[in-house]
């Protein structure tokens, strides 16, 4: 069923706990949720339906204007998420949609059908969480050998899948099987407090996905934190392959954070970016920390890599990423990423009337003409909450410790709708400021 369409769904709302329920043992462990769907803020299914018209085309500007108030019915996260990242062009019908998608999952099939030649385990309902290869391409003939648990051994492939020991490997190969048990182990430890990952099946629809995607991504590969920004949306979207390609389009947005040399970290444009905003909007603050030796501002590399899953439930996270990329929406998202042009491109200044198509947040960077593509909204929300903890860093702060404690302190305690508002309030501080600077 093509859940953009016109189909009516029963609306619920209940507690949205109640659609990713927590394991009874991890209750106490995860921070409570603050998000609760509202009727008349949060965008409902029988409003979401009633945004396509007879043929298909989206009307994204009232969709954005509820989703950036009271975000997404969990009913429908996973099809309203694949808009806002950019898989799909608002202005498209539902036949273009329907010949889009099918064409897209038979282009994973094509992936992962050659991933599974070069390693069975794909496909198999099963993950690998020990080494199946050494660095130079030979095989490791019992991967579980180093002292894994019973539990991985029934995880891992070669009990199912022998190595075939005269195949030569060529060096991307190489270094796509090397990240595999990586994956794995990397899957068995992501939100493991969900009732949703006590199924094996769930867990490997998820390597599967990761691993494909190291493969595609060959640049990049896979990275720890892709596991956490890949698992809701493999929960949300319940056909792989829609999922693979919505997380895809979300790595096209984040990809660049991954992206390390032996010299520098891939995000450190970010932490950089981080730090001018600081010193333009508070240059006291700024100062202390300068003092403190935390001038690269390492203290916020978690928060940037993983967009605050850490700092926020499940439910929360869910809901703060959708504040986040509908505020940041750019409608020439789908055609520059069709194009694989340049993020600068789609930020072009257009007419007036199409400026209501743009998320409140990249709305303001279009009209000040600002393309820089390091200034997103996460690291305002970053900066927001050192602004929040301005006094207590001023004041208790004598190293970078004391930083990384206070910011732990903020674990489930954040509202991620006053989160954006004050990140929002930055940016336009930020925007005077260096315009008249």
């Not at 099809?79 to 064409?103: A, I, M, N």
């Not at 009990?159 to 030569?168: G, Y």
């Not at 629809?205 to 595609?216: G, H, N, P, R, T």
Request: glycine share 6%; net charge negative; aromatic share 8%.
């Amino acid at each position: 069923m093509m859940m953009d369409c016109c189909t009516p769904i029963p609306e619920d709302w209940g507690e949205p706990d109640t659609f990713y329920p927590i394991r009874p043992e991890c209750r106490n462990d995860v921070p409570a949720s603050r998000f609760k769907p509202r009727p008349g803020k949060t965008l409902s299914a029988r409003r979401w339906h009633a945004s396509f018209s007879e043929e298909g085309i989206l009307d994204i500007a009232k969709v954005l204007r509820r989703i950036q108030r009271g975000g997404v019915h969990p009913t429908i996260k996973g099809v309203v998420w694949e808009f806002l990242l950019g898989c799909y062009d608002p202005k498209s019908t539902f036949d273009e949609r329907s010949q889009l998608r099918e064409h897209r999952r038979q282009e994973y099939e094509n992936l992962k059908s050659k991933c599974q030649e070069m390693d069975k385990t794909i496909g198999s309902g099963k993950i690998i969480t020990a080494p199946v290869i050494t660095e130079d391409g030979q095989p490791i003939e019992d991967p579980t050998s180093d002292g894994t648990s019973s539990q991985e051994k029934v995880q891992s492939s070669d009990a199912d899948f022998p190595v075939q020991s005269n195949v030569i490997l060529d060096k991307e190969v190489i270094q796509w099987k090397l990240t595999l048990h990586q994956i794995g182990l990397d899957v068995a430890r992501t939100d493991r407090a969900l009732v949703y990952y006590e199924n094996p099946t769930n867990q490997a629809k998820l390597w599967d996905m990761l691993a494909v995607y190291s493969w595609l991504d060959k640049d990049i590969g896979y990275c720890q934190g892709m596991s956490d920004l890949c698992s809701p949306i493999s929960i949300l979207l319940e056909n792989e392959a829609d999922g693979f390609w919505c997380f895809e389009r979300l790595m096209r947005k984040l990809r660049g954070n991954f992206k390390c040399t032996s010299s520098s970290i891939g995000v450190r444009s970010q932490l950089t970016m981080l730090s001018s905003i600081i010193k333009a909007i508070d240059p006291k603050l700024h100062e202390h920390i300068e003092n403190l030796d935390g001038g690269e501002y390492l203290f916020a590399f978690r928060m940037l890599m993983v967009l605050f899953r850490r700092e926020f439930s499940f439910v929360d996270a869910l809901y703060l990423w959708e504040l986040i990329w509908s505020m940041e929406y750019n409608p020439n998202l789908f055609s520059m990423y069709e194009s694989d042009a340049s993020a600068e491109r789609s930020l072009a200044v257009v007419g007036d009337d199409n400026l209501l198509h743009y998320g409140k947040f990249e709305r303001k960077n279009v009209q000040a003409g600002l393309k820089d593509p390091q200034a997103t909204l996460t690291i305002f929300l970053v900066a927001s909450v050192l602004e929040a903890k301005n006094k207590r860093l001023l004041k208790e702060a004598k190293g970078l410790d004391d930083v990384v404690k206070i910011l732990n302190d903020i674990t489930g305690k954040l509202d991620a709708k006053k989160a954006c508002d004050e990140a929002l309030k930055l940016q336009k501080k930020y925007l005077s400021k260096t315009k008249t600077s």
